[in-house]
């Protein structure tokens, strides 16, 4: 009997605190800020640095002006670029980067890059594709 009492006032008090819980709602919020001012692009991963002179090949800017990589991405849905990946960190690069705000240097066009040297296709958005 002793043990049914208790069990009891156990039962009792689990209804008492699931009755009484606050109910919430998930909220998943995605904030995307403003893209980087790179002069010659960005990386699309991640802590989307600037991406040197030679990274990206003519075909990523439009008039003289990246179209975009990562979450800032307006190219068209099929788009294809090719990168030199030898200058991404993430395959050991680790020269010189421009910083936010930098400007093209005089010389350095960025619609046709004298020595690009594409080895990699990319679209923009993270994915790699083939060459």
């Known amino acids: ?3 049914f009492k208790i069990f009891a006032v156990v039962a009792v008090a689990a209804i008492c605190f699931a009755v009484a819980s606050p109910t919430t709602q998930a909220q998943v919020a995605v904030t995307v800020g403003v ?3 790179c002069p010659y692009g960005y990386y ?3 802590p989307y640095d600037c991406a040197p002179y030679g990274y990206y090949g003519p075909e990523w800017f439009a008039g003289g002006v990246f179209i975009g990589a990562g979450p800032w991405f307006h190219g ?3 788009f ?3 990168v030199n990946n030898h200058f991404h ?3 050991g690069y680790n020269g010189p980067r ?3 705000g930098d ?3 005089a010389g350095k066009p960025v619609g046709k890059v004298a020595h690009f040297k594409g080895n990699e296709v990319r679209d923009g958005r993270g994915h790699v594709g083939k060459r």
Do not use: L, S, T
Request: hydrophobic share 15%; no cysteine.
């Open 98 to 100: 421009p910083h936010p």
């Open 80 to 82: 294809h670029g090719h």
């Open 35 to 37: 893209a980087p001012d």
């Open 44 to 46: 699309d991963a991640p």
């Open 89 to 91: 960190p993430e395959h």
């Open 103 to 105: 400007r093209p240097e």
């Open 76 to 78: 068209p849905a099929n």
């Open 1 to 3: 009997m002793k043990n």
